[in-house]
């Protein structure tokens, strides 16, 4: 199953939701730093998260007011 996040934060909670087996299609936030984060996660290297992060690998959240950023979408 797949999921959008709408003000994603540094996405903790979407990695929960890539634990449980769903994989990110969409994410934003208007912070820059924590968009930052959240496109490290598909490179994280813990054995216990490994498996969740891979649903990451090729995907990156969108830094920008919602209302603009899934405009082209």
Known sequence: MTFVSLYSGAG?????????????????DID?????????????????WREAATKFEGHRSIQGDVRTA????
């Not at 820059?32 to 216990?48: C, F, H, M, R, W």
Request: aromatic share 10%.
């Open 32 to 48: 820059t730093n924590a968009v930052a984060t959240y496109n490290k996660l598909g490179s994280i290297q813990d054995p216990e």
């Open 70 to 73: 899934a405009a082209d979408l």
């Open 12 to 28: 903790g909670l979407d990695l929960g939701f890539a634990r449980a087996g769903f994989k990110p299609v969409f994410a934003n």
